[in-house]
């Protein structure tokens, strides 16, 4: 088994965007929920975006129609697309898999 691993991150000005890619195993990628989640300093790790092995997504409220989770089963591979990023979007972003496998997270810094 393959720990998932996280990319993508960056500094990024407002209004911007990014990409996090989170490649795991293929044991572990193929039946799981993928699930990105997000801590920035002081505050608790929060849920951010989910998807089912099926494809049903659910997202947290606070970036819904800005942030689209996405999942390619080819390669194994959980997405997060991260439009019209806000400063308050700055934080550690981790992946998960079934709520078992967790990254080591990647650093996303957006600057107003």
């Known amino acids: 088994q393959v720990q998932p691993v996280e990319s993508g991150g960056g500094l990024v000005q407002a209004g911007g965007s990014l990409r996090l890619s989170c490649a795991t195993s293929?044991?572990?990628?193929?039946?799981?929920?993928m699930g990105w989640y997000r801590q920035a300093p002081g505050n608790q790790r929060e849920f951010v975006a989910s998807?089912?092995?099926?494809?049903?997504?659910n997202y947290a409220d606070s970036v819904k129609g800005r942030f689209t989770i996405s999942r390619d089963n080819a390669r194994n591979t959980a997405y997060l697309q991260m439009n019209s990023l806000k400063p308050e979007d700055t934080a550690v972003y981790y992946c998960?898999?079934?709520?078992?496998?967790w990254g080591q997270g990647t650093q996303v810094t957006v600057s107003s």
């Open positions: 293929r044991s572990i990628f193929c039946c799981n929920t």
């Open positions: 998960a898999a079934a709520l078992r496998f």
């Open positions: 998807i089912t092995a099926g494809g049903s997504t």
